[in-house]
């Protein structure tokens, strides 16, 4: 059998699966919470729960104050890691070929869903919609696994407010030198090889590497070099979180920046939706990969 027939055959089996789990509800269970309830939010950033803990990913609901920690896997950190900053793999990972497989059928991960908290276990569902269907079809998953396909293919991701209440007493640590994205920017470590390959100053703050939103509308772009939030030097990327987070509801982030040779100063709402697909590194910015 050639190698086209067999990938094909393949294909076809995967997407039989597919349709299979839709129409007949093969171990996909009802949703534990009203969607109208549920709350949007985006990937901060990955960490730890507690010293030596196992990974979290970091949520956060646009415009609200707090960072909500949800457990995940160590293999599934690394792949909403690579999410967030637009990476991918040479050879496609566990997530990168679900997310070819549903493109090849034309099929469409609109939201990831997560819905419960049982014993300490995290319960999610995909969103699925597939070629000449109008319902959408639901598949349980880890949450683990469905956020990291969510930045892989550009989903949005909503979480029940019970989950929300739940997870806010997990108690966790960032991981300093790794992607977080808020207020519509997504910052990085600026290194000693980022900063002499993009000719920033020897001054304290974050590398901005994606941007959009009022951030953008704005001017700023990826490669500056963010300096003060509020007046506050965010010295890392998780430092660069909290001081967002620490923004009281109803007040704009003062953002203080070196870009292009100049500094400057642009104010914006902290409640800047998700954008879909989640922030991709810049390709035409050097040097702006971790």
Known sequence: ?????R?????SLLCGALL?????GVGARELAADIADM??????????AGLGGPPVVLLREPGAREVIPIFIGVSEAGAILR???????????THDLLGDVLGEFDATLERVYV????????????ALRLPGSEALRLIDSRPSDAIALALHVGASIHVAPQVLKAARRIDYEGVEDQVVVALGISVVPATEDLREALGLPDRSGVLVSDVHGPAAEAGLRPGALLLE???????TPLRYLELVRDIAVDEDARLRFWQAGEVGEIEVPIDVPPRQPMPKLQEDVPGIRT
């Open 83 to 93: 999410g967030l900053a637009g990476e991918r793999p040479p050879r496609p990972m």
């Open 115 to 126: 819905d419960a908290i049982i014993d300490g276990t995290f319960y999610g569902m995909l």
């Open 20 to 24: 299979s789990a839709g129409s007949m």
């Open 7 to 11: 990938w094909h055959c393949l294909m």
């Open 1 to 5: 059998m050639s190698l086209p027939l």
């Open 229 to 235: 939030v509020n007046e506050e030097v965010p010295e």
């Open 39 to 48: 709350v949007e939010v985006e990937v901060a950033t990955v960490g730890w």
